[in-house]
């Protein structure tokens, strides 16, 4: 019922930017939580952000100095700006959504996109 797009990951050097962005589409009613998370080889997947409909953010303490998240409610989007970047940053971020759906509005589902690579390098 929903697919989530995400882009922006690529490969960049220490001290670099990247802004990561998911569009959530589909016959969706409303977005509760959204977030980023990301998998770092031999590590387990772990929380980067999050940000609810009402715009409250939570970050990993790793990166609340660097990372911002953001969202666009009209266009079942969100971000996330990375900057000053570093080497353990390296990680395939993935899109997270909580979402209610016109065809069952009394039940929230979870959707995650495919992962994006996010690599940082001299």
């Known amino acids: 019922q929903v697919q989530l797009v995400e882009s922006g990951g690529g490969l960049v050097q220490p001290g670099g930017s990247l802004r990561l962005s998911c569009a959530a589409s589909g016959r969706i009613f409303s977005i509760n939580a959204m977030g980023w998370y990301r998998q770092a080889p031999g590590k387990e997947r772990e929380l980067v952000a999050t940000?609810?409909?009402?715009?409250?953010?939570n970050y990993a303490d790793s990166v609340k100095a660097r990372f911002a998240i953001s969202r666009d409610n009209a266009k079942n989007t969100v971000y996330l700006q990375m900057n000053s970047l570093k080497p353990e940053d390296t990680a395939v971020y993935y899109c997270?959504?909580?979402?209610?759906?016109?065809?069952?509005?009394?039940?929230?589902?979870?959707?995650w996109g495919q992962g994006t690579q996010v690599t940082v390098s001299s």
């Open positions: 997270n959504a909580e979402v209610v759906l016109f065809i069952d509005p009394a039940y929230k589902y979870e959707y």
């Open positions: 940000i609810t409909s009402d715009f409250s953010t």
